[in-house]
Each structure stands twice: as C-alpha cells, then as structure tokens.
C-alpha cells in the first residue's frame, strides 16, 4: 500500500525557516518524481515545487522561488522542503503528493499524504 | 500562475448529472492535454478523479468523466449520488512557468 507521511509543521514566525519531510512507503520512491501542493485554511490547491525522480529536474512556484528548496533522498525514501523567509501568506496545509508516471512527469499526482499545517504568524 | 477559473459553487439532485466548468488560456488548458480533476472531501487529501482530459484512474466510477474544447475542459457528474458531494479542482500543466496550476475549486452540493 502506497502511504505518503508529511511531518515537520508548525508554529513559526515571520521570517523564520520550517522544515517539512515526507516519508514514503509501498512503492519504488526513487522511481517516482514527487511534488509538494499547499492549501490555505478555506482556500483552494497551490502547486508549490516537484523535484525529479533523480532531483534533475526541480521546479517552483513564483510565490516560493528563492525562499523554498526541494529535496530528495532516495536511500532513506524521503522528501523535503525546506522553507525560509517564511510569510503570513505561506500559511497552509502542506501536502505531499507523487507524480502518476514512471520515471518520467505526467503533472497528475496520485497518492497524496494527510498534509501538515504550517501557521506563520508571531 | 494565474489559477484556472471555475464556478464556486454547483449543485444537483441525486440521480441527476452535472457539468464543472474550468477555463484557462492557450498556455495551460487549450494548449496541452494535461488536464485533470481532483476530488476533496472536508478534511481529507484531494482524490485524482480524471487526467489526460477524459481518464480515469483505476477504482474511479464512470460516473465521472471529462472533456475538453478550446480553452475550456469540463468535468461530468452522472447518476449523481450523496457521496459526491465535495470540492473539485481542475488542473493544468501551464507552459508559462513549466509546471501546474490549479482552478480556484467548486463545491458541489448534493441536495
């Protein structure tokens, strides 16, 4: 069974740095690109970033491009997203989410995790 | 990105069908056929419900389908039932940022 595990919100200040993981299990992680998707409390889906299955390729939204890097360890099965110079506006529900195809992109994703609220605000 | 559009709000009786609108530009929706629906109930992880327009997932009813004309997809309803009763988002590869954008969601009531 394909499980995504997001850990690492919480409670941070304006201008501070979250680190969010996202524990895979249940399929080949290293063959699979992988991405993190955000919601605000009450708001709709916000794509945020998608790395590679090999991290080649990583992409990110206007809105965290040169504050938020992606991350990947296939040997540990893991992602990342490491978040600075956090905003009230980042606030959200952070989900992580696999990509449909194998070894490639389809820009679907499949299996999502439950999420992890990250609230900034001082 | 700018988000795809969508109605806020659509509602059916059971039995009936529905149509979710969800219109783009010629960089996302009309340009690529990389568009697809999610479901979200209150509280839980969005469901991929069609991609590639018109696919569904496996396990995913036939009840739901999806279509595509011009710069405008659609997402179709039949046989309406009180578990549908949710939030759906499209989605879009978008060329002007080399990656996803999403619509703003409609809520679907099943009244």
Known sequence: EVQLVESGGGLVKPGGS???????????FSSYSMNWVRQAPGKGLEW?????????YIYYADSVKGRFTISRDNAKNSLYLQMN?????D???????????????SYYFDYWG?????TVSS | ???????????????????????GTSSDVGGYN?????????GKAPKLMIYDVSNRPSGVSNRFSGSKSGNTASLTISGLQAEDEADYYCSSYTSSSTS???GGGTKLTVL
């Open chain 1, 48 to 56: 945020v970033s998608s790395i590679s299955s090999s991290s080649s």
């Open chain 2, 34 to 42: 990389y568009v697809s629906w999610y479901q979200q109930h209150p």
């Open chain 1, 85 to 89: 110079s956090l905003r009230a506006e």
């Open chain 2, 1 to 23: 990105q700018s988000a795809l559009t969508q109605p806020a709000s659509v509602s059916g009786s059971p039995g009936q069908s529905i149509t979710i609108s969800c219109t």
């Open chain 1, 91 to 105: 606030t959200a529900v952070y989900y992580c989410a696999r990509d449909l195809a194998v070894a490639g992109t």
């Open chain 1, 114 to 118: 439950q999420g992890t609220l990250v």
């Open chain 1, 18 to 28: 979250l680190r969010l993981s996202c524990a895979a299990s249940g399929f080949t």
């Open chain 2, 100 to 102: 996803v954008v999403f």
